[in-house]
């Protein structure tokens, strides 16, 4: 089946540093979702990107369709204390099957 | 973006009884809802895709008879876990994609339900 992976695996940074993290694929997908969840809570979309080679931002953040279709990176600037959290990639392949494959998370923690 | 809705949030049951979480899309319809459990410190797994009027699909290893999934309506899916045992506790969420848009292929995911059987 199809495999994400994903890394950094955690992250512990100073605040006001840029970070970035970045998932691979074995196989094409054709939309990438970036998702920030917090402890006990549900995962909430940050970005969604629909074509290769895509850039788009959502304010600090700024996320990347890989043009080969089998990556993704995500971008966040000027890190700040509610950052904190894990951070899964998701790739969808399309046609009729919407289901998501997930990432392990990168696990982000953001120091004063 | 659009909101998914869970309820409960958090429940609690005794071993051997069965208990119902919902998933509600409350500003879109959702043909196609998935339902997901977490353990700690790991990533989602998808245990089931329910469709609005037909069977749900049920990933291998997730046993349909014991995790019931109805897709009565557009904006209403339910996951009933019967006969629950302790094992069966954990962070249960769903998503339900918003087809609309000019993809259609955004998931939008509950605030999750915790499940505790005692």
């Known amino acids: 089946g199809q495999q994400l992976n994903q890394s950094p695996q955690s992250m512990f940074i100073q605040e006001g540093e840029d970070v970035s993290m970045n998932c691979t694929s074995s196989?094409?997908?054709?939309?990438w979702l970036w998702y920030k969840q917090d402890p006990g809570e549900g995962p909430v979309l940050l970005i969604a990107?629909?074509?290769?080679?895509e850039l788009t931002s959502n304010g600090r953040l700024t996320a990347q369709f890989g043009i080969t279709r089998k990556d993704s990176f995500l971008n966040i600037s000027a890190s700040i204390p509610s950052d904190v959290g894990i951070y899964f990639c998701?790739?969808?392949?399309?046609?009729?099957?919407?289901?998501?494959?997930f990432g392990k998370g990168t696990l982000l923690t953001v120091n004063p | 973006g659009a909101v998914v809705s869970q309820h409960p949030s958090r429940v609690i049951c005794k071993s051997g009884t069965s208990v119902k979480i919902e998933c509600r899309s409350l500003?879109?319809?959702?043909?196609?809802m998935f339902w997901y459990r977490q353990f700690p410190k790991q990533s989602l797994m998808l245990m089931a895709t329910s469709n609005e009027g037909s069977k749900a699909t049920y990933e291998q290893g997730v046993e349909k008879d014991k995790f019931l999934i109805n897709h009565a309506s557009l904006t209403l899916s339910t996951l009933t876990v019967t006969s629950a045992h302790p094992e069966d506790s954990s962070f249960y969420i769903c998503s339900a994609r918003d087809f609309r848009g000019a993809t259609g292929n955004t998931i939008y995911f509950g605030e999750g339900s915790w499940l505790t059987v005692v």
């Open positions: 500003d879109f319809q959702a043909t196609t």
């Open positions: 196989s094409i997908f054709n939309t």
């Open positions: 998701a790739g969808q392949s399309g046609g009729s099957n919407y289901k998501l494959t």
């Open positions: 990107l629909y074509k290769a080679g």
